[in-house]
């Protein structure tokens, strides 16, 4: 299987982890020998409820005996993706009532850069340093990152970046600027939380110059960090959030949600200002909304805060300078990239799953499924203090 996978399936680095997949349950990863692998990285942050949440592969079944695709988005009246966009403003405060399904986090990105271009009439769109939105070609204009960009060029004009946290940039923030986009928590960076009421001080200034302020909620959003949205922790309300990940229970999705005043102008002049086919499939919209059921109706938004102090207690090791992030979206940062390789490398060896930050080289990612038992917490890192110990 290796020698077909690097021949015929694209690859994003030269040396991916190439991992012969049997099939996942639960916390657990199991490889075509039987050997079970502690999934303490959950498909990215996506996999909110583990792997083959049997309510989450119920609505899957259930749907899918019903019917998959029938029209393009936003035609037809579809049951599974009305309840998911209802639910959705439910948990969300006043005018964020109106939800855009897409395929991925990436296109809920594009998706909200064309909002805020359509309902502000200006063009300028202000990101953070070190962020990280997605990889297409609008998500990656955002990013500040030139060597990553270099290859693309051009991109997308009038993108201009501020530093997340820094107040005296807010300056820069003008009656020029259509959009604001930040993440709530700084993904690729390092998982960076806002300090001192940043994100509340960014929507006052949106306010005061008629700027849109857009969080990016992908990573932290749908229970991660003790909250159904991040911003929840933070005192601040975004004008469009962006959700991902984690609202799909392991299936690709997106959605920007915004005052069904703004969503109203991407549907005319032109008319379909922004369209999909595939998003707000049935099938997808079922999962997302038995996950999102769970996660509401579980223990699992206060036990993620439960989980972070275990995570801490039990991580405390000299190589470890810190634990950045806030829930089960956190990152301990050792003390040099070389460790953060070895321990990545070597835990998986030992049958525990670890995985690298966008930009941080030093971070080790530890973002585990929701549902994942204290006992498997502790059991995880054991397995990561171990092989620090032997370092």
Not at 99 to 109: D, P, R
Not at 227 to 235: M, P, Q, T, V
Not at 335 to 341: E, S, V, Y
Request: glycine share 8%; charged share 20%; proline share 5%.
């Amino acid at each position: 299987m290796q020698d077909d996978f690097f021949k015929y399936q694209a690859q994003t680095t030269p040396h991916p982890l190439a991992m012969e997949v049997s099939h996942a349950k639960g916390s657990y990863i199991f490889d075509k020998k039987g050997k079970a692998y502690l999934d303490f990285v959950a498909g990215v942050s996506a996999c909110s409820l583990g792997h083959s949440h049997p309510k989450v592969v119920e609505a899957i079944k259930s749907q899918a005996d019903q019917y998959l695709h029938v029209m393009v988005y936003g035609e037809y009246i579809q049951e599974p993706t009305l309840e998911l966009t209802k639910l959705i403003a439910k948990h969300l405060p006043a005018p964020l009532e109106t939800t855009y399904l897409v395929n991925s986090g990436t296109e809920a990105i594009e998706g909200s850069i064309k909002l805020a271009r359509r309902y502000t009439g200006r063009t300028e769109i202000i990101a953070a340093k070190n962020s990280y939105h997605g990889n297409t070609m609008g998500s990656l204009s955002l990013m500040d990152y030139e060597e990553r960009k270099a290859p693309f060029l051009p991109l997308i004009p009038d993108i201009k970046h501020i530093r997340f946290n820094s107040e005296a940039d807010l300056k820069h923030i003008t009656t020029k600027t259509a959009a604001v986009i930040l993440e709530t928590i700084q993904g690729g960076a390092g998982f960076i939380e806002p300090q001192n009421n940043y994100l509340q001080k960014v929507q006052q200034r949106c306010n005061e110059v008629g700027a849109v302020f857009i969080l990016d909620e992908i990573q932290p959003g749908i229970g991660r960090t003790g909250k159904l949205f991040g911003f929840e922790n933070y005192n601040c309300q975004p004008d469009i959030v962006v959700t991902g990940k984690g609202l799909g229970g392991g299936l690709p999705i997106g959605a920007f949600t915004a005052s069904n005043d703004m969503m109203q102008t991407l549907s005319d002049n032109p008319k379909l200002g922004h369209i999909t086919t595939f998003g707000g499939n049935p099938v997808i919209a079922a999962a997302a909304l038995a996950t999102l059921k769970e996660v509401i109706e579980s223990n699992l938004m206060p036990e993620a805060l439960e989980k972070e102090q275990i995570i801490r207690t039990h991580l405390n090791h000299k190589h470890i300078k810190e634990i950045r992030g806030k829930g089960l979206m956190l990152a301990a940062i050792v003390d040099h990239p070389d460790i953060t390789n070895h321990v990545i490398l070597k835990a998986q060896d030992e049958g525990l799953i670890l995985f690298w930050l966008l930009f941080e080289p030093k971070a080790i990612r530890i973002t585990p499924p929701l549902t994942i038992s204290n006992e498997e917490i502790i059991k995880g890192c054991k397995v990561i203090t171990s092989i620090l110990d032997k370092l």
